[in-house]
């Protein structure tokens, strides 16, 4: 899949996993560097937010913007996701009230079968996924040009659907 970076055209390593779909199974570490699978969160609304560097402006607001709406959801737990190392997230979560769960992608292998590696950057491309509570892909949006914010709304507007659904 193509993506674009200012302008300057980059290929992941192949298709993400579309609408309808079984969210592929994964395995990563957070800033414990605990183990956090997909599992873990069989029953809840994800919303699952990938970024390629927590480092920029543009998925530093990304991260905060769903960290900030987790504190409204009821029932969808919020995933942020990067191949930043975990020190690096430390830092920018320092001075930040964490609800949303910040995770690393040590090995490459979530980007990776997502199909959202991105090898000549060594980095995520940026999405957004919302999963049902038995782990179904009912969102999908694939930011084309990684210097964009994602459509936060439409995905918001995806997880409170399904978090109606609970009820």
Same mark, same amino acid.
């Given at each position: 899949m193509d993506v674009t $970076?200012? !302008? &300057?055209?980059?290929?992941?390593?192949?298709?993400?996993?579309? #609408?309808?779909?079984?969210a592929?199974?994964?395995?990563?570490?957070? $800033?414990? !560097? &605990?183990?956090?699978?997909?599992s873990d969160?069989?029953?809840? #609304?994800?919303?699952?937010s990938t970024f390629p560097?927590?480092?920029?402006?543009?998925?530093?607001?990304?991260?905060?913007?769903?960290?900030?709406?987790?504190k409204e959801l009821k029932n969808t737990k919020i995933i942020s996701l990067s191949t930043n190392s975990a020190n690096q997230q430390k830092q920018w979560g320092e001075s930040k009230v964490l609800a949303s769960d910040l995770l690393h992608d040590e090995d490459r292998s979530f980007s990776k079968e997502y199909g959202l590696y991105i090898d000549d950057l060594d980095k995520t491309a940026r999405a957004v996924f919302v999963l049902n509570r038995n782990g179904q892909i009912v969102?999908?949006?694939?930011?084309?040009?990684?210097?964009d914010n994602p459509d936060f709304?439409?995905?918001?507007s995806a997880a409170r659907h399904e978090e109606a659904e609970l009820n």
């Open positions: $970076l200012k !302008g &300057e055209k980059f290929q992941t390593n192949g298709q993400p996993p579309r #609408v309808g779909e079984d592929p199974s994964f395995s990563v570490l957070d $800033l414990n !560097g &605990e183990t956090v699978k997909l969160y069989k029953g809840d #609304v994800v919303i699952l560097d927590i480092e920029t402006s543009t998925c530093s607001r990304q991260t905060d913007t769903f960290n900030e709406k987790a969102y999908r949006e694939i930011v084309k040009e990684m210097a709304e439409s995905a918001l």
